[in-house]
């Protein structure tokens, strides 16, 4: 395939995901931010892969971005980070328990747990079903007073019927599901600026 044929195919692509994604599923997720903010509830995020360079960046726009003057500011920790701990967990525990087991040190009534994963904890492959980590870490949250946002792409998975609010980047494609959680968490956090700006 010819280079520009390959560009214009991948931009097409990305309008097509544009025109298709549930609007109001991000309004739900802004909402969502803005409320765990206004009642000091922590935002725990986490992501396997790729996904969890998103978290961490997620969680850095939220934490820095959203600085306006003295007004209050997020309370956010993102958990694929600590790799000693992680690194710990998973020796220990199994991969399966690392998110899970921090949630039971922290997590609080209130709180809110948001998961990235491309294909939203369905399918496997050699070790086995995908991102279990996270749907634990997503049900431990709502089984202990809190709520659980997930991103995820293709078909949703299982992260679309378990969430209190699933955002779906509706496309089969790894690279443009993690691309799009990129382009959403800017989105969001540049939004929960501008209305805290308004406060």
């Not at 935002?43 to 360079?53: L, V």
């Not at 939220?62 to 309370?75: A, D, E, Q, W, Y």
């Not at 328990?97 to 904890?121: C, M, P």
């Not at 980590?133 to 293709?154: C, H, P, R, T």
Request: aromatic share 8%; hydrophobic share 40%.
């Amino acid at each position: 395939m010819a280079n520009m044929k390959f560009i214009g195919q991948y931009f097409d692509e990305m309008k097509d995901i544009i025109s298709r994604i549930d609007r109001k599923k991000i309004d739900e997720v802004v909402e969502a931010l803005l409320h765990a903010r206004a009642n000091g509830n922590t935002i725990y995020m986490m992501g396997n892969g790729g996904s969890a360079s998103t978290a961490t960046h997620f969680t850095c726009d939220l934490s820095k971005v959203t600085i306006v003057g003295n007004k209050k500011r997020f309370r956010v920790m993102c958990l694929n980070d600590n790799i000693p701990l992680v690194s710990a967990l998973t020796n220990d525990d199994g991969w399966s328990e690392i998110y899970i087991e921090q949630l039971k040190n922290h997590f609080r009534k209130g709180d809110v747990a948001i998961a990235f994963s491309v294909h939203g904890g369905s399918g496997s492959d050699k070790a086995g079903k995908w991102s279990q980590n996270l749907l634990k870490g997503l049900q431990y949250a709502k089984d202990n007073g809190g709520s659980a946002i997930g991103f995820s792409g293709f078909d949703g998975g299982a992260m679309k019927d378990m969430c209190d609010v699933c955002v779906v980047v509706p496309f089969d494609s790894t690279p443009q599901v993690e691309s799009f959680h990129l382009v959403l968490e800017h989105l969001i956090t540049f939004c929960i600026r501008k209305k805290i700006e308004e406060e």
